[in-house]
């Protein structure tokens, strides 16, 4: 009978496999491929923030930081839990649980596991100075505008 | 073992059944009741039924009953106002109470129900069908957008009836392009003295303006939730936070430097009600005007001088130039309507110091990139405030003949100071001089006289009246022993070429390469030439000036070059061309004197207001790197001789009650030192 | 041929009569044994889905239309006012009662003997009854059920601060997984509320009619409900009354209260609406929905602590009760007798006193990181009220267990300290914080901003 069982095992193997398979490629299908997520920001021409302060773009979540030397961008969002950073004096606070930074993007107090991730600035191919959210740099490099 | 009665259970639960079934009849009865008969709008329907019976009108089906709407898809909406609101078409209804009014005067003839329903206008929440709900005031409806109340009503016009830089919308009843008539008073003082407050100055508008503060191009779109109402203790809306803010913006928003404006009340109303309005509301582009389409995408007319000085510099700087002083602001403001000032300031200077700023101080740069203003626009307010100096329509007084010994009096008070006593020269050229005189004739000695040489040194008297002007021109023709010649030769057409290369080789050793001046006079000079004609420049330079350095070129005397007709044409051809060319730098002309000895002044004269090393503590930072590059030599001369009066800079040069009159040659030294300042020279 | 007019005959000829078995023992049908919370959980649910339907029929699931879809029913749709508002309070009921459910089938030792099974199924049920409550809050797309569900959408994904510290996150992502999953992208937008809505339609109402038949089919198979040893040989009618028509009447009985009780909470009390969503303006507080809130607490002190390990943990120790504790000796009691009694009033009383103890020293005196500003992440992670207490209860209960030489007895301590901390931190979290999650007495001190 050794036949007729390697017939219906193998028959059970395939049957589990491709159920593996469609299971798989059913449940892939409740995630979408969202490549736009990491887009580059336009920044414009800097002597549009003036200096000394830091602005908010609220539709991309950053601030921006212009000194006398530079220009430089640090993510609004909170490594707690997302929320949106408010500026306070000196730093920056999460009004979701407290959690308070300076203005290096170092947290000071709170549930916040991770320091804020500056972004790189670059002047892009066409001339025009863009934010790259998807690459992070040290707090104290800057995009120079003198 | 338990013991529990089936029977006596069994009923327990059948009286629990029903009560049960007793309750839920009585609820669901008292639901019907509630929410199907007793509903707010079914009563105000039929009071509106008794309302047009009581009219005359009878039938028990004259009003439909029921819930109307009008369908909004371009402003994503449905308004159910007129659930209630039956007869707000009524021409009938306008003595009726509320809410079966009529609507007031011919709004919905403009603006038909069927097309803009009520919300746009009104505010108030459009889905709801009780009136708390609908008017969405109170914090409990939990509605951004609540009714507004007049005057603030006025404020949705603007959403798309205004066009900040335009006059609209008009009062005017034939203009159809967008204009209202009536009913937008308020709103229309407002944006009048959004235009003379200067509020473009720190905030922008449609691309307008300064980046000190927000932008408040959507400013009316914000709703209750994105303002910080916690230093408010009046009303807590908006119209109430606006008009705190604007008598004490520190106190409303810590931390701000927004100065205040002290408007009495009436105006801070009209002020909110225009500031509620600036909006670019997310509706269909046929609802808007043409005009205000067009601002949003920053077409718009362009504005003049006077507009662009009262809407972007008159806040700090004043509404007639006048100035902060230190004691109200912590840097000062210059006071750039100060008649001493427009009359030692060339218009470069005004053009250079609005383009490029001040750094470390709060008069930023309004290059287009920044403030939205094109360059003629930036030209249109330098005119403004240059054209203040007071020199127009005057230059035909020389022909006047004035009193001699008045002029001297009035030369020995005013001119002296840097001509020296009967015009032997001191810092400045001696007028006392033949070759100079017998060029010079009235109508050029009065031009210099009223406009001054900006650049130079020389200020511009147009201060004084036609009077004493007159008697000083007399005065100093009195020195004339010969007379003018007035042999005026026809000049060929000049080549320019040739004539810049000659100025160079010849002319530029001593005039400066630019002509801004070396050891000689700077004659690539406006003022100069527009007082100088053809015939004085070229006996000038022709004839020379005997007992100076300038010596004829058409003799032969030293052994130069021989100038003919043309070539002096050429020379002055490319003067006159060289004037109009776009400035490079502010020049800065020549200035002898010693920086040592201009150190040690300055500690003593200087400091006490302008810091000890020019940082400007009660007085303006001279070791601005800005300032020095837009101020010549000769500016700050004539500054330091004449001071600023109204301000607390005395007049070195005279000398008054509390300072003493410093020579020439010291205000010189004074100019070398405060040059030295400068490390940088900023190009234009 | 069967006589279809016997009580049993009218329970077995009818499909849905016929999960009820013919005969129902005595001790079941005591009030004080279950409370009737099973049927009245079913029944709460039956008033989900018929308010559902008209909901369903009415709103709009899109960001642009979701909240004055909402709007229009409450204002325009007769009678809508109150189908929302029985809607909101029955889903809220349902949470409420499903723990109380919890509770009693725990403390009267009902998974012991083959019922496990049947325990479980229960937890999963639980889960998805949460999972509803919270798919269905987001639908209103106002400012509460927008921050309310972005807040639970990054407490899903806690586990990034653990791989941020591993600095593994780029390669391995499980916190970024099911945010993903549960929101499709990184921010609460259209996709979320799509998913949503299919979720709390479709998916989990299916999912809970299923696991339900499920659930009472194992009912009968077990036996009916749990009772006492001594009635373990009950056989025939014994006991045992007719199902028709005591249980019917008793049922009848249950739901018109039930939905007396929802009716009248809906005509007093609105569901509510607050404005409309606004993603550049978080409310402030941003609060999860009431029974994730303990949860919120926790994550204020750790995100993944509190949002990963310690619900994980706990959803382990719930599924693994049955499995662990077998001493069947104690089925069908209240407390399992004088030793139970004490073991939970023990534990309540430390679990109470550790809490509050723990939220004193947080709230006067600091954390760790306001004590020593440099400190390392990971003591802030591994040393928390969360853990600190989950840990102690964990010890406590093994302690217990080895004195007391019973396995019930440790279940009923580390149940009932987990319980009494979960309730006591939810209730930190619903009414003692304010803006920036800081502790206030009351709502009156909370500062305007």
Request: overall charge neutral.
């Amino acid at each position: 009978m050794k036949r007729r069982s390697f017939i219906g095992k193998a028959a059970i193997g395939l049957v589990t496999f491709t159920g593996a398979v469609a299971a798989v490629s059913y449940l892939r299908q409740f995630f979408p491929r969202l490549a736009g997520e990491k887009h580059r920001i336009f920044l414009g021409d800097p002597r549009r923030f003036p200096v000394g302060t830091f602005t908010l773009l609220e539709e991309h979540n950053l601030y921006v930081y212009r000194d006398h030397e530079g220009i430089m961008a640090v993510s609004a969002i909170c490594t707690h839990l997302g929320c949106i950073l408010e500026k306070t004096i000196d730093g920056f606070e999460c009004p979701c649980h407290g959690s308070c930074y300076n203005e290096n993007g170092e947290v000071l107090s709170g549930p916040a596991p991770r320091n804020l991730t500056w972004y790189s600035i670059y002047r892009g191919a066409d001339g025009n100075i863009m934010i790259n959210p998807g690459k992070s740099v040290p707090s104290d490099e800057k995009f120079l505008t003198s | 073992m338990v013991i529990m009665d089936e029977q006596r259970y069994r009923q327990r639960v059948q009286w629990l059944v029903f009560i049960g079934a007793g309750l839920l009849l009585l609820l669901l009865f008292g639901a019907w009741i509630s929410e199907g008969m007793n509903r707010e709008w079914r009563k105000v329907q039929k009071e509106y039924a008794n309302l047009l019976k009581e009219k005359g009108e009878s039938g028990n089906d004259l009003v439909e009953r029921g819930i109307f709407q009008v369908n909004l898809p371009g402003f994503n909406r449905s308004d159910r106002c007129i659930s209630c609101h039956l007869g707000i078409e009524d021409p009938g209804m306008q003595q009726a109470p509320q809410p079966h009014m009529s609507h007031p005067g011919h709004y919905l003839e403009d603006h038909p129900l069927q097309q803009y329903g009520c919300t746009i206008c009104h505010g108030g929440q459009p889905g709801a069908l009780t009136k708390k709900d609908a008017f969405g005031q109170l914090p409990e409806t939990h509605w951004p957008y609540p009714l507004l109340e007049q005057p603030y009503l006025q404020s949705s016009c603007g959403k798309c009836h205004l066009a900040i830089f335009t006059n609209r919308p008009s009062v005017d009843p034939e203009d159809n392009m967008s204009g209202t008539v009536g009913g937008m008073d308020v709103f229309l003082k407002g944006k009048r003295i959004f235009s003379t407050e200067g509020c473009l100055g720190c905030h922008q508008a449609r691309g307008v303006g300064g980046i000190l503060g927000p932008d408040l191009t959507e400013q009316g779109e914000k709703t209750r939730h994105e303002y910080s109402f916690q230093n408010i203790s009046g009303e807590q809306t908006i119209s109430n936070w606006l008009k705190e803010h604007f008598r004490d913006p520190e106190m409303v928003s810590p931390g701000s430097q927004m100065l205040r404006i002290n408007l009495e009340e009436e105006d801070l109303v009209a002020l909110a009600t225009f500031v509620m309005g600036l909006a670019k509301p997310d509706i269909p582009f046929e609802y808007f005007s043409m005009t205000t389409l067009n601002e949003f995408k920053g077409n718009r007319e362009p504005l003049e001088g006077g507009a662009g000085f009262s809407y972007l510099c008159s806040a700090c700087h004043g509404k007639s130039g006048e100035g902060k002083n230190y004691n109200d602001f912590k840097t000062g403001v210059p006071a750039i309507g100060n008649p001493d000032f427009l009359r030692v300031v060339s218009p470069e200077y005004i053009r250079f110091t609005i383009e490029k700023g001040r750094s470390q101080r709060q008069m930023g740069s309004w290059s287009r990139d920044i403030s939205g203003l094109n360059p003629p626009e930036l030209d249109a307010i330098t005119n403004y405030l240059y054209q203040k100096n007071g020199t127009s329509g005057r230059t035909g007084l020389y022909r006047l003949k004035g009193n001699r010994n008045r002029g001297e009096e009035l030369y020995d008070e005013f001119c002296k100071a840097c001509h020296g006593s009967e015009g032997k020269g001191d810092v400045a050229v001696a007028l006392n001089q033949e070759g100079f005189l017998q060029r010079a004739d009235n109508q050029y000695i009065m031009a210099i006289i009223l406009r001054g040489r900006r650049n130079e040194g020389m200020p511009g008297w147009s201060q004084l009246d036609d009077e004493k002007l007159v008697d000083i021109m007399t005065y100093i023709a009195s020195w004339r022993t010969g007379s003018v010649f007035e042999r005026t030769p026809e000049l060929p057409e000049a080549d320019l070429e040739q004539g810049a290369l000659q100025y160079h080789f010849l002319c530029s050793r001593c005039h400066g390469e630019f002509g801004e001046g070396e050891t000689g006079p700077a004659i690539i000079n406006r003022d100069f030439l527009e007082s100088a004609d053809n015939r004085m420049l070229y006996e000038t330079i022709a004839l020379g000036r005997p007992h100076t350095a300038m010596f004829g070129w058409s003799t032969d005397l030293y052994n130069q070059e021989k100038l003919d007709l043309q070539d002096i044409s050429n020379i002055i051809g490319h003067m006159r061309k060289s004037v109009t060319n776009e400035l490079t730098y502010i020049y800065q002309g020549t200035n002898p004197g010693q920086v040592d000895e201009g150190a040690l002044l300055f500690e003593k004269y200087c400091s006490e207001c302008h810091g000890k090393s020019g940082e400007g503590v009660k007085a303006p930072a001279l070791n601005n790197q800005e300032f020095l590059s837009a101020a010549s030599n000769g500016y700050l001369l004539a500054t330091i001789t004449v001071g600023r009066s109204g301000t607390n800079m005395p007049p070195w040069g005279y000398g008054d009650q509390e300072h003493p009159l410093l020579t020439g040659k010291q205000r010189q030294d004074l100019v070398a030192y405060i040059r030295s300042f400068q490390r940088i020279h900023i190009k234009f | 041929m069967k006589n279809t007019h016997t009580p049993a005959g009218i329970i077995n000829r009818n499909f849905f009569l016929h999960i009820h078995a013919g005969r129902v023992h005595l001790h079941s049908m005591k009030p004080t044994y279950t409370f009737g919370l099973g049927i009245i959980l079913g029944f709460l649910f039956l008033i989900m889905l018929f308010t559902g339907v008209i909901l369903m029929v009415y709103y709009t699931p899109s960001v642009e239309n979701a909240y004055m879809s909402v709007k229009d029913i409450v204002y325009v749709v007769p009678g809508g006012r109150i189908i929302r508002n029985m809607h909101r309070w029955a889903s809220q009921g349902m949470v409420i009662v499903a723990f109380l459910h919890l509770v009693r089938v725990f403390y009267t030792g009902s998974y012991l003997g083959n019922r496990s099974l049947n325990w479980v199924i229960g937890v999963v049920l639980l889960i998805i009854i949460l999972l509803s409550n919270f798919s269905g809050y987001l639908l209103p797309w106002d400012q509460l059920a927008y921050w309310a569900v972005t807040i639970g959408s990054n407490i899903a994904a806690s586990a990034r601060e653990l791989t941020d510290l591993l600095g593994i996150t780029n390669m391995f992502d499980p916190g970024g997984f099911l945010k993903k999953l549960l929101i499709g992208g990184e921010a609460v937008g259209q996709p979320a509320l799509s998913r949503f809505f299919a979720l709390h339609v479709i998916f989990l109402p299916l999912s809970i009619l299923i696991l339900l038949g499920i659930h009472l089919w194992r009912i009968r198979k077990d036996g009916g409900l749990s009772r006492p040893l001594k009635y373990k040989d009950d056989k025939g009618s014994t006991n045992k009354w007719q199902a028709w028509p005591v249980l019917m009447w008793t049922e009848l009985g249950l739901l018109l209260m039930v939905v007396v009780i929802v009716l009248l909470i809906a005509l007093v009390a609105d569901a509510p609406l607050l404005e409309k969503a606004n993603p550049y303006f978080p409310e402030n507080p941003a609060k999860a929905p009431w029974y994730f809130l303990g949860i919120q607490e926790l994550v204020s002190y750790s995100a993944f602590a509190g949002g990963m390990v310690i619900p994980v943990l706990y959803l382990v120790f719930l599924f693994s009760i049955p499995y662990r504790d077998r001493e069947d000796v104690y089925v069908g009691q209240w407390f399992s007798g004088k030793n139970g009694i004490q073991t939970v009033g023990r534990s309540a009383l430390f679990a109470s006193l550790l809490i509050i103890l723990q939220l004193f020293v947080m709230i006067r005196f600091g954390w760790l990181r306001d004590w020593f500003p440099g400190i390392s992440q990971w003591f802030v992670m591994l040393v928390n009220p969360a853990t600190i207490s989950g840990g102690l209860f964990i010890l406590m209960a093994e302690m217990i267990r080895r004195k007391r030489h019973s396995s019930r007895m440790a279940a009923l301590a580390l149940f009932t300290s987990t319980f009494v901390a979960l309730v006591i931190f939810t209730v930190v979290g619903i009414w003692f914080r304010g803006p920036n999650w800081e502790f206030f007495w009351s709502v009156n001190q909370w500062p305007v901003i």
